[in-house]
């Protein structure tokens, strides 16, 4: 599988961005797509997942109400709709696929990585 990021960018607080995720090659219904994020000086985090399905969703909680994830079958694609953006939402986010039958927000367990793409808000 591989996996190509796009959609960061600058935006001030309060603003939106829409990130995405092309996907190609073999996928199947039950993997995980997920982004994480990764700031300067810290550990990257779980941010969002759904299943390539479309049919179940999960969100950290410091994003939840804020961010949707969702998946467009036509295009093969994943987007993070980014609303209400904070400055802590600063960071590069990855997107991943995680192949096995769970859906979990550890990294370790994405075994597909795409290149990350920078979000940075200003206050």
């Known amino acids: 599988v591989q996996l190509q990021a796009s959609g960061g960018g600058l935006v001030q607080a309060g603003g939106s961005l829409r990130l995405s995720c092309a996907a190609s090659g073999r996928t199947f219904s039950y993997y995980t797509l997920g982004w994480f994020r990764q700031a300067p000086g810290k550990e990257r985090e779980f941010v969002a997942a759904?299943?390539?399905?479309?049919?179940?969703?999960r969100y950290a909680d410091s994003v939840k109400g804020r961010f949707t994830i969702s998946r467009d079958h036509a295009k093969n694609t994943v987007s993070l709709q980014m609303n209400s953006l904070k400055p802590e939402d600063t960071a590069v986010y990855y997107c991943?696929?995680?192949?096995?039958?769970?859906?979990?927000?550890?990294?370790?367990?994405?075994?597909?990585w795409g290149q990350g793409t920078l979000v940075t808000v200003s206050s």
């Open positions: 991943a696929v995680d192949s096995s039958l769970t859906m979990g927000t550890a990294h370790w367990a994405y075994n597909y």
């Open positions: 759904i299943k390539w399905s479309g049919a179940n969703t």
